[in-house]
Nanobody, 121 residues
Framework: QVQLVESGGGLVQPGGSLRLSCAAS????????MGWYRQAPGKQRELVAR???????DYADSVKGRFTISRDNAKNTVYLQMNSLKPEDTAVYYC???????????????WGQGTQVTVSS
């Protein structure tokens, strides 16, 4: 049973910081890209940031310069450091990973359960 477990969400004031973590566990053969998505009420889920197994990163324009994605391949964990948070960053943040559970199985996307981030004074 493969799962992604997020942590680190919460309530923060505008201008503050949070660090999200997402650990993949279970029978995992290999992990390709990992990323963070978010979904605000009434809006579609959108990509926030992603990172390949080699460390290449990609960010949404709205978070460039404020958020940093990183990963620890030895721990199968991806992080999202969020600085200078704004009220518009309020959303449920979901972890995503492109993984395969066996050498002969295809890669597929897995999702975490989501963690709430609220930016408010």
């Amino acid at each position: 049973q493969v799962q992604l477990v997020e942590s680190g969400g919460g309530l923060v004031q505008p201008g503050g910081s949070l660090r999200l973590s997402c650990a993949a566990s279970g029978s995992i053969f290999s992990i390709n890209a990992m990323g963070w998505y978010r979904q605000a009420p009434g809006k579609q889920r959108e990509l926030v940031a992603r990172i390949t197994s080699g460390g290449s990163t990609d960010y949404a324009d709205s978070v460039k310069g404020r958020f940093t994605i990183s990963r620890d391949n030895a721990k199968n964990t991806v992080y999202l450091q969020m600085n200078s948070l704004k009220p518009e960053d309020t959303a449920v943040y979901y972890c995503n990973a492109d993984m395969r559970v066996h050498v002969s199985s295809p890669y597929r996307y897995y999702w975490g359960q989501g963690t709430q981030v609220t930016v408010s004074s």
